[in-house]
Nanobody, 123 residues
Framework: VQLVQSGAELRNPGASVKVSCKAS????????IDWVRQAPGQGLEWMGR????????NYAQKFQGRVTFTADTSTSTAYVELSSLRSEDTAVYYC?????????????????WGQGTQVTVSS
């Protein structure tokens, strides 16, 4: 099982950013992809998840309205797009998958993680 993310991004405040996560080694449509971020000096923060099979999403309340999860089953790639960026969005963004039917937000229970994508918001 492998998740490979896109490279680092630098954006101005107010812009948008889209990060990709390409999955391999398992059936992409069978398990949710979760998105988690870690700001400098902070712990992991769960953002939400997407079911690649039908596009169903579940967003953490903090991110509703400003974050969009999508998935392309033809390329086994999940995406997170964050709009109206502000400096507090500077963080490393991770995708993660748990190869089980039960959902989790506990980092130790995910089967695999992407390598992380640094998003820096600065003018």
């Amino acid at each position: 099982v492998q998740l490979v993310q896109s490279g680092a991004e630098l954006r101005n405040p107010g812009a948008s950013v889209k990060v990709s996560c390409k999955a391999s080694g398992y059936t992409f449509t069978s398990y949710y992809i979760d998105w988690v971020r870690q700001a400098p000096g902070q712990g992991l923060e769960w953002m939400g998840r997407i079911d690649p099979e039908d596009g169903e999403t579940n967003y953490a309340q903090k991110f509703q309205g400003r974050v969009t999860f999508t998935a392309d089953t033809s390329t086994s790639t999940a995406y997170v797009e964050l709009s109206s960026l502000r400096s507090e969005d500077t963080a490393v963004y991770y995708c993660a998958v748990r190869l089980a039917k039960e959902h989790t937000t506990l980092p130790r229970l995910y089967t695999a993680w992407g390598q992380g994508t640094q998003v820096t918001v600065s003018s």
